[in-house]
Structures are given as C-alpha cells and as structure tokens.
C-alpha cells in the first residue's frame, strides 16, 4: 500500500477522535461552561449535523479545486476548529468551533476515499479505502481513550489542542506523501449530481444508513446497559467501549480485504449476521462475558460493512464519484442520528434498556433486503444484453446490445 495512505490515516484518526472523544469529556466541559449536560450535548448534536451538511457543501465548494489541495485544506479547517474549541472563552464559541471542525470530516472522507482508490490497482480499491477507515477505527481504540484521560487528568483544552496537532501532522502528510491529483477533465458539478439519479447509489445509500444505524441503536446506549442490565461498574464502560473499537478495527480490514473479491456476498454477510449478533444482544446483554463478546462482534460485522458500501457507491457513481462519496460520509450520520433516536424512542416506552437492539436488528435486517434487491435490480438491468451462444437474439437483445 502506498505511504499515501498512511497520511490519509492519520487524518482519519484525528478526526475519529475529536468526533468522539467530547462524549468521555461532557461532564469536564459542561461544569467549566457552567450549562447542563443536556446542553453540552449539543456539542455532539452540533458536530453530526455539521457532517451531515457539510459534507456536500465542502465537496461542492471543491469541485474546482484539485483533490490534493482540497484534502489540505479540509485539514486546516480541521485544525481551526479544534483550535477555536481548544482556546472558547464561552460555550457558544466552542460550539461553532465544534461546527467548524466537522464541516472537513464528510468532505475528507468522502474526497479520501476516491483518492485512496485511484492510489492502487482496481483490485485493491476496498482494501485501500479500509487503510484510510482503519485511522478513524483505530481511533476508536488508542485515540478516545487516551484524549478522556488526558481531558480528565490535565484539562480538556488539552485534549482538543493535541487534535489540532494531529491535524497538522496529518497536513503536513498529505502534503508531503498524496501525490497531486488533478480533477478528472470533463466533470463538472451536473455530473457529480446525476449520480444520484443512480437508482443503486441512492440503494447504496440507504444500506449505509440502515446497516450502520443497527450498530449505533445499541452502541448509542451500551452504558446504561452494561451497568443496568449486565451489572458491570461504571468504570467498566470505557474498557468495553475499546472492546468495540478492536471490534471495529478487525471488521474495517477484513471487510477491505474481501470486498475487493466479492463485494456483495461480503455485503449479505456482514449484514446478516450484524442482524444476528444485534437480536441476541438482547439475551446475552444478561451475562459479563456473552455482553463483551457481543460488543466485539457489534464493532467488527458492523465495520465490515464500511469498505464495501463505500466501494458500491464509487463504482456506480463511476466516473463523477466525489459527491456521492462524500454524502455517503453523511449517511453514516444520518444513520447514527436516526437509530439514537428510535432507541431513545423504545426505552421511554417502557420497554428496558435492551430494546435498542431489536431496534438495530431491524435496522440491519432492512439494510440485508435492500442488498438483495440491488442485487437483484443489477441483474435484471445487465440481463437484456445477454445472448445465449447459438440463439436467434430477440429485437430488444439486439437494441440493448448494439446500445
């Protein structure tokens, strides 16, 4: 792999750990600030939905730049942010610096992913976008951990300074290590858009969003329900939770790995048995190691599925995959957004702390049926242009095949 891929990792895990690294931090934050914890949250609410949108908008903005020099300046803009919430005199100002620093996160990943590709033969394509995710994944294991200790022992501006450090490194990674990588002559923002007239990026899309949502339906609330129901300590949380991100880093690499041999048979199993694995949750969420291996398993069926999705989208937005990339990049979010939600939803009903799971169970179940049905769809548009050796092709075989 090339070492072009190591700076896009790093980007990666700076931003996978400011991301998630405020949610170990709420309580340090909220009492400096003097607001609620209900209103340090918005510091979370602000950043997803700063993905969300800013995805498309930085990616837009970008069309008429160079990938290379776009991803640099994603990370300056990374860097600002984290600097600006490092140094917020007030909460209001961290909260935009919070905006800021995820409006690079959609567009770095979404611009990173069609970079990495294009950095390697076509039958490494997966595995290369995997090599980008595993800083974001890995993140999840060294990066959060690590920044809430720090946070919690020395001061969370600190936390948020050494971000913006790993943002200068990964800056200066880029710049040093990507090779220039001048816009594709030809594409324009009308190309990028049609896109997602593609009936199979649009299914694409939504696999991203139903698939990773089963994930976060459970993750969203693994701390009440490890300590409600499984009866483990408070402090037990954070071990469980580096427990996911292993989870995470294995499903990232082996879903890299075999996507590029057979992306959609790697699609029905790893959502399939995130299915599987998020149903029995429900069960063995009643006992301390079943819950651990569960959340192993959580962290690396789910993962597995990052690689091949966005590998899908580029391949059916071929030839204008920017956009769509980076709108993926949102999905997840969405994803995210929507099943912390229904879960939040079920709980209030009175239906316990395990209910979440069923939640993503059905989540990831409908991410499994809408797989078939692309499947099925792609067949059924490649088969008019099918003739079977020695028979009388019929007038719409011959229209489709001279087409």
């Not at 609620?36 to 730049?65: D, E, N, Q, R």
Request: hydrophobic share 60%.
């Amino acid at each position: 792999m090339p070492l072009a891929l190591l700076a896009l990792a790093i980007g990666a895990f700076g931003i996978g750990t400011t991301e998630f690294v405020i949610m170990g931090l709420l309580p340090e934050v909220a009492s400096d600030y003097g607001v609620s914890i209900p209103t340090a949250g918005y510091l979370v609410t602000g950043y997803a939905l700063g993905v969300m949108f800013g995805a498309p908008l930085m990616t837009v903005l970008g069309t008429k730049i160079p990938r290379k020099r776009m991803l640099m300046l994603l990370m300056g803009l990374f860097i600002a942010g984290n600097l600006l919430s490092a140094l917020a005199p007030a909460f209001s100002v961290m909260l935009i610096g919070r905006v800021v620093a995820s409006l690079a996160h959609g567009a770095f990943f979404g611009i990173g992913s069609v970079v990495a590709a294009d950095l390697v033969a076509p039958d490494k394509k997966a595995g290369a976008i995997a090599m980008m995710f595993t800083g974001l994944t890995v993140a999840n294991v060294v990066g959060v951990p690590l920044g809430t200790l720090v946070g919690q022992s020395v001061g969370w501006r600190v936390t948020f300074a050494i971000v913006a450090a790993l943002g200068v490194i990964g800056l200066a990674g880029i710049a040093k290590l990507v090779p220039d990588m001048p816009k594709p002559e030809g594409v324009r923002l009308r190309h990028e858009l049609a896109a997602f007239k593609n009936v199979q990026v649009l299914l694409a899309m939504a696999m991203t969003v139903l698939g990773f949502g089963g994930v976060f339906a459970a993750i969203t609330y693994i701390a009440p329900m490890m300590t409600h129901v499984t009866g483990f300590a408070d402090g037990s949380v954070t071990w469980l939770l580096v427990l996911f991100g292993l989870g995470m880093v294995g499903g990232n690499l082996v879903g890299g790995r075999f996507a590029d041999r057979a992306l959609m048979p790697m699609l029905y199993v790893s959502l399939g048995a995130l299915a599987i694995v998020l149903a029995l949750f429900t069960v063995t969420a009643h006992n301390k190691i079943a819950a651990a291996v569960s959340i192993v398993l959580i962290g690396a069926f789910g993962f597995a599925t990052v690689p091949p999705l966005q590998k899908r989208v580029l391949d059916q937005a071929h030839g204008a995959p920017t956009l769509a990339s980076a709108v993926n990049i949102g999905a997840f979010n969405l994803g995210n957004a929507l099943s912390a939600w229904l879960g939040g939803l079920v709980i209030a009903a009175g239906l316990g702390y395990t209910a979440p799971n069923w939640v993503g169970a059905a989540l990831a179940a409908g991410a499994l049926v809408l797989a078939f049905l692309s499947a099925v769809l792609e067949r059924r548009t490649d088969a008019p242009s099918t003739v079977v050796a020695g028979a009388v092709p019929t007038a719409e075989q011959r229209a489709a095949v001279h087409h």
